[in-house]
């Protein structure tokens, strides 16, 4: 029976370097679906080898950090961030990300951990 539906109260949840994860379905091959909410940070740079990572931001506003470069983002932007594109974040968010292919450990890679003394000042856009 092909399922049609996933919920939130179905879906697995937890945190992963200070974002807090709700991850819908893991059955379809193709995408995964994640609902992220970010209170400071993303304490982790890292980087997916096969998959490209699609967010868009439902509310809040922080600083997206890929490859180095600094990509303000605020409430209804889009970030489109292509495989090996190394990635991590501050600010305080609401965010839906799309893996396409599906999220797969064995394709993420760890560069390094952050702390809260590394968090910059992010303006409000």
Do not use: C
């Not at 697995?12 to 994860?21: C, Y």
């Not at 080898?49 to 490859?67: D, Q, R």
């Not at 983002?73 to 974040?89: F, M």
């Amino acid at each position: 029976m092909t399922e049609y539906k996933y919920t939130a109260e179905a879906a697995a949840r937890f945190n992963k370097h200070g974002v807090d994860l709700t991850v819908y379905g893991q059955s379809d091959p193709s995408m995964t679906v994640v609902h992220i909410r970010v209170a400071e940070g993303h304490f982790e740079e890292f980087y997916n080898v096969k998959s490209s990572y699609t967010i868009y931001v439902i509310s809040g506003y922080g600083t997206f950090y890929l490859n180095d470069e600094a990509v303000e983002v605020k409430a209804t932007d889009l970030v489109v961030i292509p495989p090996g594109t190394r990635i991590y974040y501050f600010g305080t968010m609401e965010l839906l990300l799309t893996v396409s292919p599906a999220w797969d450990e064995a394709n993420e890679r760890h560069v390094r951990f952050l702390e809260k003394n590394q968090i910059p000042n992010t303006p409000r856009t």
